[in-house]
Nanobody, 123 residues
């Protein structure tokens, strides 16, 4: 099993940038596709971005394309989400998750999850 701990959330205003981090421990991190998902207040958790274990393949939700960038450092067992030009609808709890393939993770087939980090709109 892989344990995940997210960090980097906080108070933001529209237009701000923020970088989230997800540190993994346990089984070999580099074997898994990793991703970020967001749950806004009163809504279901939704896909934001996914990256393959080699970083060769990435998927993004249409709402974040061109503004968010997912990356990973397998040597540090960490996956990142750089968020630029944040919008009010981007607030919520951001969860890091992992799965056996990028497409399955993107479609909700996560095998393990962190507890999330909160991004709050300060306006």
């Amino acid at each position: 099993q892989v344990q995940l701990v997210e960090s980097g959330g906080g108070l933001v205003q529209a237009g701000d940038s923020l970088r989230l981090s997800c540190a993994a421990s346990g089984r070999t991190f580099s074997n898994y596709a990793m991703g970020w998902f967001r749950q806004a207040p009163g809504k279901e958790r939704e896909f934001v971005a996914v990256i393959s274990w080699t970083s060769s393949v990435t998927y993004y939700a249409d709402s974040v394309k061109g503004r968010f960038t997912i990356s990973r450092d397998n040597a540090k067992n960490t996956v990142y989400l750089q968020m630029n030009s944040l919008r009010p609808e981007g607030r919520g709890v951001y969860y890091c998750g992992g799965g056996t393939s990028s497409p399955s993770l993107r479609d909700g087939g996560g095998r393990f999850w962190g507890r999330g980090t909160q991004v709050t709109d300060s306006s």
